[in-house]
Each structure stands twice: as C-alpha cells, then as structure tokens.
C-alpha cells in the first residue's frame, strides 16, 4: 500500500509538472487558483528556495541517495512501524524522487505552485517539495511524542536482543 501513495505522489508532481511545462509560458503569468495561491512556471536550478542555484547534478545525485537510503530503510523495517512514520517516510522519499527525475532529465526543477498575499510572498515549489515538507515535519512532529513506557520497554529489549 505504501508504494501505491509513492508511486501515485511521484506521477501526480510528474504530471503536474509536465502540464504546466505544456500550458503555462517559463516565468509567464499564470492562473490563479484563489486563497493567494496561483499556478505558474518556473526553473529552479538550486535547492528548496532557490539555494545552492546550478548544482542540479549533485543535488539530483544526493535526491538518488537519499530516496535509496528511504527505500532501503522501508523495505527492512516498513512492518514494524507505525503508520504515520511510514507515511512520513513515503512523502519524503516521493519527493525525493520526483524531483530527482528533474534534476537528472532536465537539468532543472520545475515548480509551478506559488502562495501569494498582501505582506507576504512564499517561494514557488511543486508537488515534491510539499511531500518532502509534510514528511519531514511529521517526523519532527514524531519526535515531540511521549512512548508509552511499555512499548519503550519493549523496543529496549528488542535492540538488546538483536546485538
């Protein structure tokens, strides 16, 4: 079931991508979605925000290890976690992925989603990166929860076993 959401997130960034590639003229006004947020086109040779501009490469390089590194981790311990943090993990690794596949086809990513209103103006991003945000804020999220002592208890004995 996971691989259903990693394989349906990667091809709906991978469409919408291609879509506004098609439809919507490079840095050209686009459509307004409403609620500040308006469908345009953009490149981004750089990471999140435009950091890191023409180092798509080694950044689609380090997307390719990290969505293994992902798919590894998943395929060995998918079972024994809970739902949330494998769902965290599949967007992170569906991001990863999608744009991967941009940075090593293209050269570029293509983002096309941009929040805009009055006093503030939030960079443009895509499918991918919203993935990429969501999991790793689940994640952290994650982190702030308490473990029920017995299951703690449980997965102390667990590790002690294992070594």
């Known amino acids: 079931m996971i691989w259903l959401l990693a394989a349906v997130l990667i091809a709906a960034d991978q469409l919408a991508k291609l879509w506004v590639a098609t439809n919507i003229p490079l840095g050209g006004p686009g459509f307004i979605l409403g609620l500040g947020f308006h469908l345009t086109h953009t490149q981004n040779t750089g990471a999140a925000f435009g950091i890191l501009q023409s180092f798509a490469l080694p950044l689609g390089i380090f997307s390719a290890v990290v969505a293994v590194a992902i798919l590894v981790y998943l395929k060995r311990h998918a079972s024994n976690l809970p739902v949330w943090q ?9 991001g990863a992925v999608g744009n991967m596949i941009d940075r090593l086809r293209l050269g570029y990513v293509v983002d096309l989603i941009h929040f805009s209103v009055p006093g503030f103006d939030f960079p443009v991003f895509n499918i991918a990166d919203a993935c990429v945000v969501i999991g790793a804020g689940l994640l952290i999220l994650a982190g702030f ?4 002592q017995a299951s703690r208890g449980q997965t102390e004995l667990k590790g002690s076993s294992d070594s």
């Open 145 to 148: 929860r308490k473990t029920p």
């Open 86 to 94: 494998a769902g965290a993990l599949v967007l992170i690794f569906s």
